[in-house]
């Protein structure tokens, strides 16, 4: 049973608007939650009446007092991001159609390189007194998001407020976190994973740090927002932080190689990867540090999974309303939920309240007529000792129509072959999905959002294309050079 609160997100963090505690930290400075909450009433006052803004947030206070005083009057936030091309800023802002599009003024050249034409700096938001703004309802829209692009142009998600009000109880529910905690949110608020990992410490009256990891981690946080890559570079950083109790990840799944590699240096935390989506929220999350992490998963309370003809359909109280599009003269929600359910095309199982993913279709290849699943190959590939980090996909073949290769990094002082890695594979893959090509890479090429670039990989993977039957195995280490990640 799922235990609900009637306080929105703005709500709960106005709870603690009359401590001096520090509520945030940026590169820059600090400001207590009495500040905090003074300056967020006079930006909602500036507000009042509008229907929705644009925000392209950057890593610093002001950045999340416009967020947060927008969600307090009721404005949607049309959040931007900056990796996108100045057209689909055109399309996004011509269908949301927003009343003012701020940034930090850093940000400002980059938007009127977009198209845009006034843009407002967040203290230009703060008016000299607080007006009065009513509480938004809880069915109000309280934010647009722009899907990446990764599989498709870019969409327009809409959520409302209660979805995300659910989801803010599923995080109270699972983490353990109050006044006296100090959140790591390292990553730029345009990306969702730390926005709401920032917005999240707010309302439990923690101190939220927007600085780098690096600079975060001298001062003891308690519980750190992260995605793979940022976990790398504080694995490889050697140096144990005993303060972490949480690590919360999104992203790429997560390896398992990693865990440990990130365990030695964070010996007191908990790690946790979630799997959901723009669309769905939390779905699942696995804590676990044994073989096969990152691809099953415990459902979170309150959620519903069922599969059909192997996609799956999701049910919860966080599902998003629908993607927003301009519909001849008119904008409106489409392909949201149907009688409460929704998929955002992943295919998996369920088996007693554990879901195993098997990826999107397009993580599948056909092998000489045979099916070959490509992330269990990654899972394992991560299993191997040494290998830090792998990408599997499919490439075109003459015989075989496409065959599975693969890019892994390894590690400076346990390196394995490409044949030790093979004869690894062999006791955990079925033949069809042993990968042709292996090759050592220094890293894995990704997307701005943190998902590997299929794309960029096969442009290197096709290079190193084993000469003759696509069946040789490769049996010499082969170093090749990617795109940075």
Same mark, same amino acid.
């Given at each position: #049973?799922?235990?609900? #609160?009637?306080?929105?997100?703005?709500?709960?963090?106005?709870?603690?608007?009359?401590?001096?505690?520090? /509520?945030?930290?940026?590169?820059?400075?600090?400001?207590?939650?009495?500040?905090?909450?003074?300056?967020?009433?006079?930006?909602?006052?500036?507000?009042? $009446?509008?229907?929705?803004?644009?925000?392209?947030?950057?890593?610093?206070i002001?950045?999340?007092?416009?967020?947060?005083?927008?969600?307090?009057?009721?404005?949607?936030?049309?959040?931007?991001? *900056?990796?996108?091309?100045?057209?689909?800023?055109?399309?996004?802002?011509?269908?949301?159609?927003?009343?003012?599009?701020? /940034?930090?003024?850093?940000?400002?050249?980059?938007?009127?390189?977009?198209?845009?034409?006034?843009?407002?700096?967040?203290? =230009?938001?703060?008016?000299?007194?607080?007006?009065?703004?009513?509480?938004?309802?809880?069915?109000?829209?309280?934010?647009?998001?722009?899907?990446? $692009?990764?599989?498709?142009?870019?969409?327009?998600?809409?959520?409302?407020?209660?979805?995300?009000?659910a989801?803010?109880?599923?995080?109270?529910?699972?983490?353990?976190?109050?006044? $006296?905690?100090?959140?790591?949110?390292?990553?730029?608020?345009?990306?969702?994973?730390?926005?709401?990992?920032?917005?999240?410490?707010?309302?439990?009256?923690?101190?939220?740090?927007?600085?780098?990891?690096?600079?975060?981690?001298?001062d /003891?946080?308690?519980?750190?927002?992260?995605?793979?890559?940022?976990?790398?570079?504080?694995?490889?950083?050697? @140096?144990?932080?005993?303060?972490?109790?949480?690590?919360?990840?999104?992203?790429?799944?997560?390896? =398992?190689?990693?865990?440990?590699?990130?365990?030695? @240096?964070l010996?007191?935390?908990?790690?946790?990867?979630?799997?959901?989506?723009?669309?769905?929220?939390?779905?699942?999350?696995?804590?676990r540090?044994?073989?096969?992490?990152?691809?099953?998963?415990?459902?979170?309370d +309150? @959620?519903?999974?069922? #599969?059909?003809?192997?996609?799956l359909?999701?049910?919860?109280?966080?599902?998003?309303?629908?993607?927003?599009?301009?519909v001849?003269?008119?904008?409106?929600?489409?392909?949201?939920?149907?009688?409460?359910w929704?998929?955002?095309?992943?295919?998996?199982?369920?088996? =007693? !309240?554990?879901?195993?993913?098997?990826? *999107? !279709?397009?993580?599948?290849?056909?092998r000489?007529?045979?099916?070959?699943?490509?992330?269990?190959?990654?899972?394992?590939?991560?299993?191997?000792? $040494?290998?830090?980090?792998?990408?599997?996909?499919?490439?075109?073949?003459? *015989?075989?129509?496409e065959?599975p290769?693969?890019?892994?990094?390894?590690?400076?002082?346990?390196?394995?072959?490409?044949?030790?890695?093979?004869?690894?594979?062999?006791?955990?893959?079925?033949?069809?999905?042993?990968?042709?090509?292996?090759?050592?890479?220094?890293g894995?090429? *990704?997307?701005?959002?943190?998902?590997?670039?299929?794309?960029?990989? +096969?442009?290197?993977? /096709?290079?190193?294309?084993?000469? !003759?039957?696509?069946?040789?195995?490769?049996?010499?280490? =082969?170093?090749?050079?990617?795109?940075?990640?």
């Open positions: #049973t799922v235990q609900m #609160t009637s306080d929105l997100l703005t709500a709960r963090i106005a709870q603690h608007r009359d401590r001096a505690d520090i /509520a945030i930290v940026d590169a820059t400075g600090r400001i207590t939650y009495r500040d905090l909450w003074r300056r967020v009433e006079r930006a909602a006052g500036s507000m009042a $009446g509008m229907r929705r803004i644009a925000v392209l947030p950057t890593s610093d002001e950045s999340l007092i416009v967020v947060a005083a927008a969600m307090h009057a009721g404005v949607s936030v049309v959040l931007l991001h *900056r990796h996108l091309l100045p057209g689909e800023f055109v399309d996004a802002m011509s269908v949301t159609a927003p009343s003012l599009t701020v /940034a930090h003024p850093r940000q400002h050249a980059r938007l009127h390189r977009w198209g845009a034409d006034a843009v407002l700096a967040p203290e =230009q938001l703060a008016g000299d007194r607080v007006a009065r703004v009513d509480p938004p309802a809880r069915s109000a829209e309280l934010l647009v998001g722009i899907t990446s $692009g990764t599989t498709g142009p870019p969409k327009l998600f809409v959520r409302d407020q209660a979805s995300w009000a989801t803010l109880d599923r995080s109270d529910s699972l983490f353990d976190l109050g006044p $006296g905690d100090r959140v790591s949110a390292s990553g730029t608020l345009d990306h969702t994973h730390f926005l709401y990992g920032a917005l999240h410490g707010l309302t439990r009256g923690a101190t939220v740090d927007l600085r780098s990891a690096a600079a975060a981690l001298e /003891a946080p308690t519980h750190l927002y992260s995605v793979p890559t940022i976990a790398w570079d504080i694995a490889r950083s050697h @140096v144990q932080y005993p303060s972490v109790r949480e690590v919360l990840s999104s992203a790429a799944r997560w390896p =398992q190689s990693g865990r440990a590699a990130l365990a030695t @240096v010996p007191n935390a908990t790690m946790t990867h979630f799997y959901g989506a723009s669309e769905l929220s939390f779905v699942s999350y696995d804590r540090t044994s073989e096969g992490a990152g691809i099953e998963g415990a459902l979170f +309150g @959620v519903e999974v069922e #599969t059909r003809g192997e996609l359909h999701v049910r919860s109280d966080m599902l998003f309303d629908g993607y927003l599009s301009r001849g003269e008119h904008t409106t929600l489409t392909d949201g939920p149907v009688d409460g929704m998929t955002v095309g992943d295919r998996g199982s369920i088996d =007693q !309240g554990r879901l195993t993913l098997l990826g *999107r !279709g397009s993580e599948t290849i056909v000489a007529g045979l099916t070959v699943e490509l992330p269990p190959i990654e899972a394992a590939l991560l299993s191997v000792p $040494g290998v830090l980090d792998a990408g599997v996909l499919g490439l075109p073949d003459d *015989r075989a129509g065959i290769v693969a890019g892994v990094v390894v590690a400076q002082d346990v390196s394995p072959t490409v044949a030790q890695i093979r004869r690894h594979l062999r006791s955990l893959l079925p033949d069809p999905s042993l990968p042709v090509v292996i090759a050592i890479v220094d894995l090429p *990704r997307t701005p959002r943190g998902k590997l670039d299929r794309q960029a990989l +096969g442009a290197t993977l /096709a290079t190193v294309r084993t000469v !003759g039957s696509p069946e040789a195995p490769v049996t010499t280490n =082969q170093t090749v050079s990617a795109p940075p990640s």
